[in-house]
Each structure stands twice: as C-alpha cells, then as structure tokens.
Nanobody
Framework: QVQLAESGGGTVQAGGSLRLSCVASGRTLSSFAMGWFRQVPGKEREFVAVSGNPTYYANSVTGRFTISRDNAKNTIYLQMNNLVPEDTAVYYC????????????????????WGQGSQVTVSS
C-alpha cells in the first residue's frame, strides 16, 4: 500500500519562504512521476509542479517554486520562495503510476495516490 505524508506547511508573511516535504512508503519514488497540487475551498485542485520527464511548473509559480527529489530518502520537496497571499491553499503531493511524461501529467486525474495535505497560509 502506498502512503504519502506531507509536512512543512505553516503561516508565513508575503515574501517569505517555506519548504514542503513528502515522504513515500510502499513505492520507490525514483520510478514514478511525483506532483504537487493545491486547493482552496470552493475551487478545483490546481496543478503546481511535477517531477517527471521533464519537470513542469504552473505559470503562476514558475521562478518562485522548485520541485526536487531525494531518492535516498524517498522524499520529494517543494521549495516555495517569494510567497504571495494567492499561494494560500492546502498543498498535496501525489504519485502517478501510469504516467511519467506528457501534458496529462499536469492533470489531477493522472495521479493514483495522494497525501493528506498540508496547509500553507501567506499573510499580507
């Protein structure tokens, strides 16, 4: 059974930084595409970034967020810099067993397993 566990969320002022972590068990991350999504109440889950082949970022976070992996720790990270209030959301990591590349990897339906979510709040 695959389990994903996020950590690292919190509250930060605009312009600040946070790093989210996602530890996986039950799968070796190096073999799969791993993505980050975010969601605010009343809206659909939104693509943020994916570490696949290649790496993709949403336009809204390009240049500010960086996704990375530590395969030895079976962990992916999302480094978030220069945060703005619009980044406030619950952030989820996800694993895709079926897709490694292609534009569909930016769709939430491409992912098979999800973490429980980590709240990120950016105050103005």
């Amino acid at each position: 059974q695959v389990q994903l566990a996020e950590s690292g969320g919190g509250t930060v002022q605009a312009g600040g930084s946070l790093r989210l972590s996602c530890v996986a068990s039950g799968r070796t991350l190096s073999s799969f595409a791993m993505g980050w999504f975010r969601q605010v109440p009343g809206k659909e889950r939104e693509f943020v970034a994916v570490s696949g082949n290649p790496t993709y970022y949403a336009n809204s976070v390009t240049g500010r967020f960086t996704i990375s992996r530590d395969n030895a720790k079976n962990t992916i990270y999302l480094q978030m810099n220069n945060l703005v209030p619009e980044d406030t959301a619950v952030y989820y990591c996800a694993l895709s067993e079926r897709f490694r590349t292609g534009p569909y990897i930016q769709q939430s339906a491409a992912y098979d397993y999800w973490g429980q979510g980590s709240q990120v709040t950016v105050s103005s």
